[in-house]
């Protein structure tokens, strides 16, 4: 077995197998060396001057690194690879997509290769070893370029997980648009429609709210009602006796813990004989007839029970 220095061994450990040629010959390998090592078998050309060792098994993540490695240092993963690798999706492409900034016009066979004037260098990260895209720029590299259903559940996995928040998005978009550009208005369109961008204030939300229930004649019997055996707890609206409805705005319910204390103080107030209908702030604007009948048709059954008990 021909002899491999260190520094060539510890690259190809800490790059999934693969080792570029002018980092093995800066390792201290000859070009006669490394013709020996491809002519034996021990070294495998994946493109031009990238190599992988036949000591490593193939893998997504070494096919991805290795379109990088042969497109040069001014690539990176992107688009639907890099949705993959920051765990946004749960498929890596069948090609690696990576990019490049325009007017650079590198070669790699079996990759897609994504020449962009917007690509930014200084807005990548690493993950696994690989220079990608951050998830902001994922986010709007893949509007209007992928199926709305997939960019939805990108989008969720990526506030889900925190990657990104949708303050940040909301400040991305206003950064990069562009002419030539339209995708991001579907972006904006998405995190809008879905009540997590561009939700009003209690005071507003509260407000509609109300032209709601007296379009559908919902009755409010109390507002910012106070209720708990200590006075703890504060609900939106109590419609009779015993029935209560809370609106959330993203803004102000969005986070885990918020979610938490939400739904603690909610369950306090059900152990205590509460019945509490939740809606969003999407809900109550997009969906008002159905939030309307679901209210009425819970109280009507909620009377009905309360007369049964009389």
Wanted: aromatic share 6%; net charge positive.
């Amino acid at each position: 077995m021909t002899y491999t220095p260190d520094e060539a061994k510890k690259t190809i450990r800490r790059q999934h197998g693969l080792v570029t040629r002018t980092q093995a010959l800066e390792a201290g390998l000859s070009s006669r060396q490394i013709a020996t090592r491809l002519k034996n078998g021990q070294w495998i050309q994946v493109h031009a001057g990238v190599y992988r060792s036949a000591d490593h098994a193939a893998s997504s993540e070494q096919s991805l690194l290795a379109a990088c490695l042969g497109a040069g240092p001014g690539s990176a993963a992107s688009h639907m690879s890099a949705a993959w690798l920051l765990g946004l999706w749960d498929r890596a492409p069948s090609r690696p997509e990576i990019s490049v900034r325009y007017p650079l016009h590198p070669r790699v066979a079996g990759v897609t290769i994504i020449r962009s004037r917007f690509f930014d260098l200084s807005r990548t990260i690493s993950r696994s070893g690989i220079r990608t895209t951050d998830g902001l720029t994922v986010l709007s590299d893949l509007a209007g370029k992928v199926a709305i259903s997939k960019l939805t559940s990108i989008l969720d996995r990526a506030i889900a997980t925190r990657l990104v928040s949708v303050a940040a998005i909301d400040a991305h978009l206003m950064r990069v648009r562009a002419p030539g550009r339209s995708g991001l208005s579907q972006l904006h369109d998405l995190i809008v429609t879905r009540g997590l961008s561009g939700g009003p204030p209690p005071s507003v939300l509260e407000a509609e709210s109300l032209r709601l229930f007296g379009r559908w004649r919902v009755p409010v019997i109390g507002r910012e009602v106070v209720m708990g055996a200590d006075g703890r707890y504060r609900i939106d609206f109590l419609v009779a006796e015993g029935f209560a409805v809370e609106v959330d705005g993203y803004a102000y319910h969005w986070s885990p813990e918020a979610k938490s204390r939400d739904e603690s103080r909610r369950n306090q107030l059900r152990i205590g004989g509460l019945f509490i209908l939740v809606y969003t702030w999407r809900d109550i604007h997009y969906d008002a007839e159905r939030v309307a009948l679901e209210i009425l048709s819970a109280l009507r059954s909620h009377m009905d029970g309360q007369e049964a008990h009389k």
